[in-house]
């Protein structure tokens, strides 16, 4: 039995595509490497570059390296660009998850894990926000998922196919051995872009909003490390293996931190005083988003390792370090 992975090129998919090997499942990435990068698959995995939407690849795949699950990463990430493209989101993100499910249903796979998000929660006036709050996306980006996530409900009942749904958070940090991370370019991630800043690979920070009704008035965000994401996928995965029912799940560790938190986690671990300029608001921030996380430790054996801002922290700037000497070499 294989796992076929979309996506599995991108930064998170490829945390759960090390997390895989390492249990020692046999696993297939498809990936069209639009925002992927080939060097971030581990030999032990083979890589085919192409279309989660293209049905005969799927199917032959699915054939070939006998798949009996679906980890289905690939996805256009982008807030904003799907303000801007909203049919190319729904494409990208909706469409296309259809025509991969419609092509696994087909070839008899009966375990889906999908990527969801935090954003299908839209503008939520109160934390921690639990699986049972109505979904209310205030983007495209946001809507995209919870149409997919609304359309493997469906195809469940209606097919032998069982899901898990996993509602990230906000993703952060790399693999604590350092073998791969977020190399997306031009990424507007927090700590990313914060790490960089420290690094003096961006001249400075901008706090988007210092007037929200949060404690020190930025926002507030519940982090979770990418290797801890990555193994409750593979929790996930023993879950449905085992006979279990579909789920839908949050993922993040149920504790928020400001915006200026993070700014003054990242000049501690970095101890470099890196320029910070406090802006206005960025379109379509809500001022805080924090998981209620007792869902997914009920029901999945999954426990965190590196549940620590400064950790999280640590390796984000370990990795923009590896990339910044790859790219001097
Ligand atoms: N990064 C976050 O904070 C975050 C938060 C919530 C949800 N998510 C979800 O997690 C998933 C992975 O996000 P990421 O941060 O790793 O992004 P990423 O851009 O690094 O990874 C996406 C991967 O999918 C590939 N891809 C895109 N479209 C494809 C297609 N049609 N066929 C084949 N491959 C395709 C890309 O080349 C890339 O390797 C996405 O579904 C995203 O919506 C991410
Ligand atoms: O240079 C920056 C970058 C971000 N922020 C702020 O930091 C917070 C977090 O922003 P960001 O890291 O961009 O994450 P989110 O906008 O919260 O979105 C992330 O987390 C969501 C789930 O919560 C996912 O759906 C998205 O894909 C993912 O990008 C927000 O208040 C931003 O305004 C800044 O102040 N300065």
Redo the contacts with the bound molecule.
């Keep these: 039995m294989s796992v076929l992975v979309?996506?599995g090129?991108?930064?998170?998919?490829s945390h759960m595509v090390l997390e895989l090997v390492k249990a020692g499942e046999r696993v297939v990435v498809?990936?069209?490497?639009?925002?992927?990068f080939a060097q971030a698959v581990p030999r032990e995995a083979v890589l085919v570059r192409?279309?989660?939407?293209d049905q005969a690849l799927v199917s032959s795949l699915i054939d070939e390296y006998d798949v009996d699950a679906i980890a289905h990463?690939?996805?256009?990430?982008v807030v904003p660009e799907s303000v801007v493209d909203p049919l190319g989101y729904y494409l990208?993100n909706t469409g296309?998850t259809r025509s991969l499910i419609e092509a696994g249903v087909r070839a008899g796979v009966r375990h889906v894990i999908f990527?969801?998000?935090?954003a299908v929660y839209g503008d939520v006036t109160a934390n921690p926000v639990s699986e049972d709050m109505a979904p209310a996306p205030v983007s495209p980006y946001g809507r995209s998922?919870l149409v997919s996530e609304w359309m493997l409900a469906d195809a469940a009942v209606a097919h032998d196919l069982r899901h898990v749904i996993l509602r990230?958070f906000?993703?952060a940090g790399a693999d604590p051995e350092g073998r791969i991370g977020q190399s997306?370019p031009r990424a507007t991630?927090l700590i990313k872009v914060a790490c960089q800043t420290a690094l003096g690979q961006r001249p400075v920070l901008e706090v988007f909003g210092t007037d929200y009704p949060t404690p020190d008035g930025s926002c507030v965000r519940d982090f979770i490390q990418v290797s801890d994401l990555a193994r409750a996928h593979v929790a996930a995965l023993a879950h449905l293996r085992a006979g279990g029912g579909c789920l839908t799940l949050n993922c993040g560790y149920g504790k928020g931190f400001s915006v200026l938190e993070v700014v003054a986690a990242v000049r501690r671990v970095s101890g470099i005083d890196f320029p910070v300029k406090l802006s206005p608001r960025r379109a379509g921030d809500p001022a805080a988003i924090v998981a209620d996380a007792s869902r997914i430790r009920a029901l999945l054996d999954w426990q965190p390792c590196y549940d620590d801002l400064d950790v999280i922290v640590s390796q984000a700037l370990a990795w923009e370090r590896r990339l910044a000497q790859q790219s001097a070499a």
């Design positions: 979309t996506g090129a991108g930064y998170i998919g498809l990936d069209d490497l639009s925002t992927g192409g279309d989660a939407a990463f690939a996805a256009k990430i990208a296309k990527s969801s998000t935090a998922k990230y906000n993703v997306t991630h």
